[in-house]
């Protein structure tokens, strides 16, 4: 089992910053790959950035792609989402997810454990 807990979410303008937390507990963190997704209202879940377990493979969303930046810190068992200039459109619930695989994968279903999620608002 895996304890993902999110946190780090809230309101900012748009061109803003906000870190958001992910912390495992419950596993060697340090062999899980990890992902954050977001959903927005009415929309499916979506892939934002995940990286794997060695820290060798880092994947983005094209529409995060220079913006966002995932980093992890396997002594604090916690990942990391940097997010820049942010806009109105990245509005959504963010979550955090563990692949037991380790890759990082950029597929929701690769992953097995999931966070409560955050919520992020960008005003206009």
């Known amino acids: ?8 979410g809230g309101l900012v303008q748009a061109g803003g910053s ?6 495992a507990s419950g596993r060697t963190f340090s062999r899980l790959g990890m992902g954050w ?3 927005a209202p009415g929309k499916e879940r979506s892939f934002v950035a995940a990286r794997s377990w060695t ?3 880092t994947n983005y969303a094209d529409s995060v792609k220079g913006r966002f930046t995932i980093s ?8 990391y989402l940097q997010m820049n200039s942010l806009k ?3 509005t959504a619930v963010y979550y955090c997810a563990a692949d037991t695989g380790g890759r990082g994968s950029m597929t929701r279903m690769a992953y097995d454990y999931w966070g409560q999620g955050t919520q992020v608002t960008v005003s206009s």
């Open 1 to 8: 089992q895996v304890q993902l807990v999110e946190s780090g």
């Open 37 to 39: 997704f977001r959903q």
């Open 55 to 57: 820290g060798g493979s």
């Open 72 to 79: 992890r810190d396997n002594a604090k068992n916690t990942v």
């Open 88 to 90: 109105p459109e990245d």
């Open 18 to 23: 906000l870190r958001l937390s992910c912390t």
